[in-house]
Structures are given as structure tokens and as C-alpha cells.
């Protein structure tokens, strides 16, 4: 199982965009695929989740995390295959790890260290000065501060670089194609 969880194929820059809901990850994630011409991976987690409810009316279980993160990674493989120098990843597995804490107090082994193991050439931290939204999934509008500050500790602990994209939309957009620019001419 733990091969399913690993980072495979194209050698591309891989952009990770994450944080707490509902602070624009998708839309900056389609914006910065369609600017740089390339795909992007959308969050497996919030399709998964979403047929959970609309079915069952069920939330998240923690029975779901492992299935949901080799979801994910398998979507990140596939299209790193066909991407075109650059790779946008609307969450990743360090998003589905964060949650998983926060939801379950812990996180499955094998995702803890897949999430660890992986690597992103820039990384994305959505704040969360924009409007809440509600929606069928999202339940922690009291807590962004909350979620935020878990990322931050998460991508500190693990020495990861990232960048905190804070503003309207165009700002966020702008800021992360310049990093993105940058970075590829290195």
C-alpha cells in the first residue's frame, strides 16, 4: 500500500497550494495551471467526500484517509506524466495529514510518512483573510487561526520553505507566478 502513496514521474516543478477552507486554494490553483499552461491535480478529498454526503449523509471517517490519500496520489502521478514543466497541486497528502490531526487527533502511519517523504518545489500557504464560504463540507469557520497555525507548525517542523499567500485573489495570483517564474529560470 505504501507504494501508492509515493511521488512518481515527470521531472517538473511541483507546486503545492495549501491551508485552511475555504481561502481560495482552488481558484488560485486553476488560475496558476491555466497561466503557466499546465494541469493541475485537483483536491481528491473534497470529491470523496462530498458523494460521502450526498449519499450517506456521512462525514469523513477515519477509515477514508488512506483511501482519499492514494486517491490523491494517484491523480499527482498521473498527471505529472503530461505536465508541462510545471505541476499544480491543489492540496496534497501534508493537507490530508494536518486534518487528520485535527479531526482524529492522529494521522495513519503510512500517510504520515508518505506526507513527510514527499517533496514540492514551491510551497503555497493560503491565509485566511478572505470570507468564509459556506458549503457542504466545510465546518470550522471559528477555527482557520486555529488550522493555519497547524500548517505553519507542520511546515516548520519538517523544515519545509513555503510561502504565505495573503490578499485578494489577483494579489495571491501574481505574487505566486512571480515565485513560480523565478524558481524555473534557476
Given at each position: 500500500?505504501?507504494?501508492?502513496?509515493?511521488?512518481?514521474?515527470?521531472?517538473?516543478?511541483?507546486?503545492?497550494?495549501?491551508?485552511?477552507?475555504?481561502?481560495?486554494?482552488?481558484?488560485l490553483s486553476k488560475a496558476l495551471a491555466e497561466h503557466f499552461q499546465t494541469h493541475w491535480v485537483p483536491e481528491y478529498m473534497r470529491g470523496y467526500c462530498q458523494i460521502l454526503w450526498d449519499e450517506w449523509q456521512q462525514t469523513c471517517r477515519w477509515e477514508d484517509l488512506l483511501p482519499i490519500a492514494m486517491g490523491?496520489?494517484?491523480?499527482?502521478?498521473?498527471?505529472?506524466?503530461?505536465?508541462?514543466?510545471?505541476?499544480?497541486?491543489?492540496?496534497?497528502?501534508?493537507?490530508?495529514?494536518?486534518?487528520?490531526?485535527?479531526?482524529?487527533?492522529?494521522?495513519?502511519?503510512?500517510?504520515?510518512?508518505?506526507?513527510?517523504?514527499?517533496?514540492?518545489?514551491?510551497?503555497?500557504?493560503?491565509?485566511?483573510?478572505?470570507?468564509?464560504?459556506?458549503?457542504?463540507?466545510?465546518?470550522?469557520?471559528?477555527?482557520?487561526?486555529?488550522?493555519?497555525?497547524?500548517?505553519?507548525?507542520?511546515?516548520?517542523?519538517?523544515?519545509?520553505?513555503?510561502?504565505?499567500?495573503?490578499?485578494?485573489?489577483?494579489?495571491?495570483?501574481?505574487?505566486?507566478?512571480?515565485?513560480?517564474?523565478?524558481?524555473?529560470?534557476?
Amino acid at each position: 500500500m505504501e507504494k501508492n502513496l509515493n511521488q512518481t514521474g515527470g521531472n517538473i516543478h511541483r507546486v503545492a497550494v495549501i491551508g485552511p477552507e475555504s481561502t481560495g486554494k482552488t481558484t488560485l490553483s486553476k488560475a496558476l495551471a491555466e497561466h503557466f499552461q499546465t494541469h493541475w491535480v485537483p483536491e481528491y478529498m473534497r470529491g470523496y467526500c462530498q458523494i460521502l454526503w450526498d449519499e450517506w449523509q456521512q462525514t469523513c471517517r477515519w477509515e477514508d484517509l488512506l483511501p482519499i490519500a492514494m486517491g490523491q496520489m494517484q491523480s499527482e502521478n498521473r498527471l505529472a506524466q503530461t505536465a508541462h514543466d510545471v505541476l499544480i497541486c491543489d492540496t496534497c497528502l501534508w493537507e490530508l495529514m494536518v486534518y487528520a490531526c485535527l479531526y482524529f487527533d492522529k494521522c495513519p502511519p503510512q500517510l504520515e510518512a508518505a506526507a513527510i517523504a514527499s517533496h514540492y518545489d514551491t510551497v503555497f500557504l493560503t491565509d485566511i483573510d478572505v470570507p468564509w464560504v459556506a458549503d457542504d463540507l466545510r465546518d470550522k469557520p471559528q477555527e482557520r487561526e486555529k488550522v493555519l497555525a497547524l500548517f505553519k507548525d507542520f511546515l516548520n517542523r519538517n523544515h519545509i520553505a513555503f510561502t504565505v499567500l495573503s490578499g485578494p485573489h489577483e494579489q495571491r495570483l501574481q505574487q505566486a507566478v512571480n515565485m513560480i517564474e523565478k524558481a524555473l529560470i534557476k
